[in-house]
């Protein structure tokens, strides 16, 4: 192991310290009261969970008589970020010793040695299945599959074990919040104990960024009472319910744009539709988008299907009027294999060809903060997807089942910008040359 302060590992630098400020009440209130089987830190955004799990989690540890642990996240890049990071720093801090082994998945603190794993790989209950540990540590529990979450508690089985959680709030029927957090038997047996963290007890916080936070949450109801107030309610009405058309309408493109790509929403029996969208990127405050253009094919309206060369066409007449070239990329859904295969047998098409494999409650998140930041613009000429934008809704039988789903109806031009904006987010384009248009 190295010493802290000196470790090797390659991703931290060497000066990478936390800085403690000062605690809130209810951190305060969890760091010396979570002594339950299971513990749960939920409640708003920004307000210090991961931050005191992270430092019950090392002080629980130093008085552990087992040696070995678990700790996961949604994923292992979300858990390395949310957590490990912020976790070796307040280890350098503490000048406790460690070693962290990223590949492996492996991080040990002082004697003890926590597997560190991403609970949406499915893989991950057959993993655990074999464990015997005398701890977990979840991050953003309410993100993990259920099969995994029944598994590794029937692993904490050393005595002494205990779990430490935490979560934003999430649907009322979500399993977390009906089996645990809301499991009246289990809270009164003191098996599960809760601490609701709220946004205003983190003194660590600029109260500016705090009030501008709260505003741009109050746009959407579900996102105030969740984000802020930690309130498990059912999202439910329009998703977009932060969509202004009086403010995210143009008719004149409200920034410069330095990349356009197409984007798709693609169905053989029902409606297929395109977008041209326009990428305004700022390092600083991040990307803005604008649908420029879209176009719109209803099977139901017209009578007849479209054929994937004529869907080729719409593409291509696109293509040509916004000067798209091999530079430019048409996102197609990852299941729109035989008008990909159409796409690439067609000599006009010059622009690159991808598929967009929808992740659709992120999606769903990222968008909605786009128009809640004022972010994201449709021109007046979109009708299919200023309507849609208005409403595309939760289902409100999936919110009985705990998920947070949208209905299947008015979905399509919502469905088309997602390739847009999301697909060429992983790539790093420096280029900030403006495009005329
Ligand atoms: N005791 C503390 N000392 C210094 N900074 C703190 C302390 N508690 C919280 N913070 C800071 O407050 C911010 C929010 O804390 P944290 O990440 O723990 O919140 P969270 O509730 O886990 O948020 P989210 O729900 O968004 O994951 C972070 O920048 C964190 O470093
Ligand atoms: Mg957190």
Redesign the pocket.
Known sequence: MKKAGRNTSKKLKNNEYF?????GKT?LNFLFTSDAWINIAT?S????????CNARWIEFLQNSKSDEFLISGKSSQSLRR?VIR?LIKMLNTEGIDYDYHKRDGELEIEDKLCYVMGFNDEKAVDVIAGMSVGGWYADEIARCPKSAVEMAISRCSDIGAKMFW?T?PDSPYHFIYENYINNKELLKAGTVKTWK?LIDD?P??DPHYVTELKRVNQKSEVFYKRNILGEWVIAEGAIYDMFSPKKHVFNKIPFNIHEMNICCDYGVSTVTTFGVMGIHKDEELGNSYALLEETYYDKEVEGVAQSDSERVNDIVKLQDKYKLNENNTVYLPHDAASLKAECEKDSRLKMRVETYAPNTFEDITTIQNLFSTDKFFIHEDCTNSISQAQTYSWDKKAQQRGEDRPLKENDHCCDMWRGGILGPRNKRDPSLEIIEL
């Open positions: 800085h403690y400020g000062d605690w951190a409640g955004v920004r307000s210090g969970k991961t931050v005191a949310n912020p935490n934003n963290f983190n660590n916080l």
